[in-house]
């Protein structure tokens, strides 16, 4: 410890990490970021920006990125992302910002991004879904996986769906984001022998809607389905990675 | 008036036959029976069987015999259709029954069956689907329309979905009885270009269950389609006669 | 295809109708449209307004025109209006706009108004549901049915109801749109012997508001009918419309 | 105190009913019976019977005789008449039953039956409204209001209900019982100007079953109504004691 | 009729007036209103402002005072009585405005104002709870009935609420309106003899809030009350002008 | 340990007393019984029998003898109680049974009664929520606190429970059970200044029955109170008894 | 009374002061404050600042600094905060603000602050749950109890909450505020043998979100908990100090 | 398909055998049996038994082992089992049947079990989450993986769960089954780096019973978790069967 604290001293370690490195996290105005989830748990503390100021979203941005190298982002709207810009500019000049609806992925220039030997495919049904296949996306992103996102294939237009059948098939894992009655999971899973997690999307008015529909819907799949909360893309994508990391552990 | 009066007093028109004519309805100890209905609505009365005695039942498919030709019975029990049968064998010798899980037709011999010129597709999802779609086909087979039964079509295994395209697309009408997550009658509107009834299935258990997950999921549906109730064979049905009968008028 | 990529050459045919004709949609910013639809399923895709810009809204509006020759769009707002209305003086500017509260047909000026011999008459019980009656119209109006549109029927003035009985019997299928309790559908199915289609709409306030007393009111109804979700006007004027069509076929 | 406690000890006054004068309630080994209710507010405490023995029940009516001269009970099964009238055969063999359904009513030979100039009108959709509006019934009857019972009136045919509007409108007040959509007392309350109760009836299965749709459409109604909970007869027959009483007053 | 036409030429009926006379109701820009209804059901039909622009409240009221004498106003924001004022001055400059929270009363310089024969005594829990109360306190106003308005009892302080039992008693009909829990109806039921009306109000937060617990404690009371719906002090007030107007008919 | 295991192997030790004593807990063919909770946690762990055969209750009802001189069982039936009782008079002839309605607390004969310088009150509003009352009783007899039970003074009879006053504000903590609309607990708290926790009963039926209204009531009461799950007698009562023993343990 | 309204005549009594010493609570135009509910509860009456303008909660502050020397505030905005201040440096310009959150106590610079010779344990599972468990703190005290504040150890970091355990088991009574989950308060309650108190918090999104998750969960606990509704830190404040009183009078 | 059709003709195969062959799925009077699921999805079909006949069961299974050389059943009651067995004494006289709790595999004498290089943890809170476990295990162990079942080690005695915490990390997936407030899950998954799902159990009664709770706390969890419905022990298990594979197919 009494090195640590010299790292201090000589400046060669922040004070924030060295609280992270002492205690594994870190605690600042903005609130408290544990930086030691991601060695704990192998996924780190996602910074949940909806309900947060402009400032704390960017204080704790940056205590991630001191701390673990990169800083994940949700829900985040404009006004976060403009001044999170502003901020980092000074703070990390070099830090860059991967951007995907709501979700946020800022890397320090001298972070070396992780690479996982596996796939995790990501569909949607519509339009809507994209925000929260995004979330996942990012967190599947930002462990290493190889990603394959496949958009629009509801059941709608059901050839649609079919067609993607082979890619879906060559996945590890595969995520479906989907919303209204939640029907394309379940044709998915069906057509797959791989692990599906559903991601039940909170579209859809009047009965059933913001997503309630298509969580029971996923919860009662007449397939095998595991399932995260309405728009919990976080989540899902980190379940992904879990197994994929799993897999690429076995893969060595 | 009078001529009605004389046919009851030289027994050639019975007394309920006589109300019926007179009020619409037949008023017995076992309740009323809407003979009118049929003529009315274009749909005749069922008789809800649950929470009636056996006695109560036959009485009243007595009743509806006798002023309508045939009665229209559903949710029976084993019970109620043993004391039917052995109350029919004395009032309506010649009757034929037509049982088909938890619903029964009963016809006087002299009954002159319709015929409608359409055809109602009724397709089911799993086994337990069954007893739904036999009610909503036993009222097809009232109002004479053709009717095509596909059953086992669930999309957990798509191929037997979408094998049966063609057949689904040749019918006038279809309705589509699913439990579960209820994803069957959206794939299946998805894939005809006529009006597609949805009838959720009380079928799962868990959040959703009851058929609450199928009933929010075709409200929600992404594809084109109206519902009725959880297990309202009886309505999805007739509304299915409705239209095969305006499309038969339009034939003429 | 080589013609098709010819004409594409030459300008003959622009590039959203050439990814219309072979894919079946068109992929643009504003996300992607279902040029196919129409055929697929014998009713077009509508633009939902809500939730997209008003550059994205007019955007899908162009590439409807352009592959279709007209759009269809719900759930709009004034802001939506006026930008599509800029947007189309530049793009189309013969086109003719015919707007109903908050939803919306474009029509291109050399659009071919299809034809349909069947009437679809739509009741609403107050001004409050005025607009979700005005969604199931326009659907019907754009597939070429004759509209018989009979406004504030609600059975709080029943005498008003039974006034338009004749009318109401004339048409061959039957919208209610109807919210608070949702009495009206059920009133006007015991009088008509066609399909009537129930809309509950999302009005009233305390226990059961915002639609749900109506809906549950509706699928409990003691009469035939078939029901599509909250406020979902364009579903029940779609169901319609494929009965009609099915009638109007009947009748050639 | 002391003239009552010796007319229990010359035997002139049970135990049972010097308790009742006493505090009021009169307890025994079956619970607790609130003799002085009925001056209280108007109205007899009702003895529940569902779920407590027939040995309690009929302990209790009796304490209700000893004390108020009768007893009302509510919600009885065969088995607990059967053991009432023998019980009753014994302490009260001169006391008159009279029972509806699943409601009863004793009175001792000696009760004097109090007498109200005016009529609670009380309406049924349904046959399976019949022991709800029964249990309305007997508190009326009970308080000796006239009542006017008008049954099968229900909205799927709309025709009886209006021929019943005449009598209807005569009543001082009208108790509508409903279940399924609950459509009726809404009609009702738009054709009469008294006050109109409705009460919601557990019938209807799958969404909005056991009532809760009826429940919601008359919380939602578009007219002037007041409502009990379901199935909660008594309620609504005592409620409308308290307002005929209130008109009984004033006409004397 | 021709009379009627004749009043309209002459100009000593506006047309409003006129079709209000023939037809019962007038339509306007604004939407209908039912100017017959206060004939027909003893209640006018009060103008419900939520939802209407500020012109279309006060073309509504215009019509109202055209054809009623007066308007009853509910659920009125600033904007829509300033609005309302500045087109009075115009065009019923005498008339008088009796606001009182969000509902509002304005009556005709020449109205008549009817009285009843009958007190409604209307008590709150809490500040909270005033405005529910106000807008069943215009409609007994409106009707003419004494009313007795006893504020801020709650049952939190239990002492307040016994000190009023004397009024309460006296008065001919209770509304009481409460929030939260919902506990002051029950105990008010318990010490009156009179018909008492529950209006639950939607205050409170969490578990059961927005009126729903206060709602379902009211329908599960172990004393006699009739409920109207959350916040529905309009049908409460009116549920007791029709009860006060048969009193105030029996006592002529 | 070596001396626990000579215990053990000269008989003066059971197996399942040195189990306990090592491990904490027990484990039987009938499940785990966690004999060192009562320590941990200041609270035994009841055996909960609804679910469980007569024989594993009766074996876990001796371990708990066993290990910890007694037991505690809720939600018993007659025949758990039964076979108990046989099993108990071979295993523990001596030991000592009392049971309250469904509740059963067997002792030891060598069992020391602890006893606490506190008293728990306990109410009911009425005869319906005694066995949840006796649960929470029970427990507090178990704990040594001296309780003062108070049945029969729900609001209907306002008096009744204002009567009880004095006794209620003598009690060091006050328990009340209450279905229904759950008034009591809150009329209760706004008499005392004492801690008072609510118990929900699950009473009634319709809506907001099986205790729903009553919990939603006492989490939005305007007084103060904490609450404990519907019909959990038992945990009402343990968080009573913590209360008692921190005053028992200060009075010290 | 005649020294009292010699003193308001002296002006050595505010007219508010009077009237709180004679009724027990002050009338202003902001509303009704309950000076006496903190003699007869034992807890001083919170002013809840939402849905109340900035110049009325002012007014209720001056009043209960009058009244009772100082004043409680729940759930101020921003806006509330600034105008108190502003009328507080008029009105009572020597008064102390402590503010957490939207909790704000205000003190007069007279005021004898109590003490309490017990320690309240209030934890939080993250930041989210602060401004609930504020609340509570602040109730604490005012009453003078000590508190232990222990934030951040939510079990997503188990060790962080094993860390606290004996802190925790020091306190006589513990708060626990969590949301998501709410796993907290169970596992904090399985260390402990003191009351725990468990208050849901309303975080989190989709199914179970806005706290409905954690206080399911907390009712359901497996070990004893009490609850309080979802972000009701002031009852759980309340209670805490009802019992932190008794143990306090017990250790004189 | 002729030398399909000729091993059917010299009895080498049975119609079933070949029915599955040639269609995927075999039919007979209980119903259909998807046998070619298993290769399809890697997950048999397995035999719902609740609400199916002993002899449905009976005849379902033994197509199972016919076409697949294994039966696995879930929901089976003791009489399913008892007459099961007595028709597989019969038709597949050295089968062995594996029966846990309600769950019950039967395998061909001739069976070759396979072997998935991967282990699954499955842990559980208490004695009543074992059933719904063994359906997990029981698919687990069909599909070869090694299993590690941890039971009893709910967080009310958290020295039990943390005491597992290494085992619980070797595992390659980890099922945890819980009931109640379902706190367990999000515990275990707090301390692994694994994947985690979570099976809420239908335990518990009052509000967020029956397993809601646990399913409303799994949904929110604090850590990363996916989640099947509640009692869907096969579901977890199946999922758990599809990344052990993934796993075991990387490990070669």
Redesign the interface.
């Known amino acids: 410890m009494r090195e640590l604290l010299k790292a201090v001293a000589d400046g060669s370690l922040s004070p924030a990490e060295a609280e992270a490195e002492l205690r ?2 870190v ?1 600042g105005d903005a ?2 970021f ?1 930086a ?2 991601d060695q ?4 780190p503390e996602a910074i949940f920006a909806e ?1 947060k100021s402009d400032a704390q979203v960017a204080a704790l941005a940056e205590t991630a990125l001191e701390t673990t190298g990169r800083a994940l982002l949700t829900r985040v709207s404009e006004s976060h992302v403009e001044v999170l810009e502003t901020h980092l500019a000074d703070a990390f000049p070099d830090a860059a910002i991967d951007r995907r609806s709501t979700t946020v992925r800022v890397t320090a220039a001298d972070y070396e991004h992780p690479s996982l030997d596996a796939t995790v495919a990501i569909a949607t ?4 879904d994209g925000p929260v296949a995004d979330e996942a996306e990012l967190v599947c992103v930002d462990a290493g996986t190889t990603v394959d996102r496949i958009d ?1 294939i ?7 769906t ?1 067609d993607q059948a082979a890619r879906l098939r060559e996945a ?2 595969v995520i479906v984001a989907a919303g ?4 394309l999971p ?2 998915v ?7 599906v ?1 559903g991601v ?1 999307v ?1 579209s ?6 913001d ?22 893309g976080f ?2 994508g ?2 992904a990675v ?2 994929a990391r ?3 552990a ?2 060595d």
Do not use: K, M, W
């Open positions: 594994g996290y605690t609130g408290r544990d030691a989830r704990r748990r192998g996924i309900g049904g519509g339009t809507v629009d509801g059941v709608a237009a059901l050839d649609r079919l590890d894992v209204r009655e939640g029907a379940t044709v899973a069906g057509l797959v022998d791989t692990p997690i039940p909170a859809g008015y009047g009965h059933g809607g997503g309630e529909a298509a969580l029971a819907g996923l919860l009662q799949s007449c397939t095998v389905l595991s399932v995260v909360n309405i728009d919990a989540v899902a980190a379940q879990l197994i799993a897999i690429d076995a893969r």
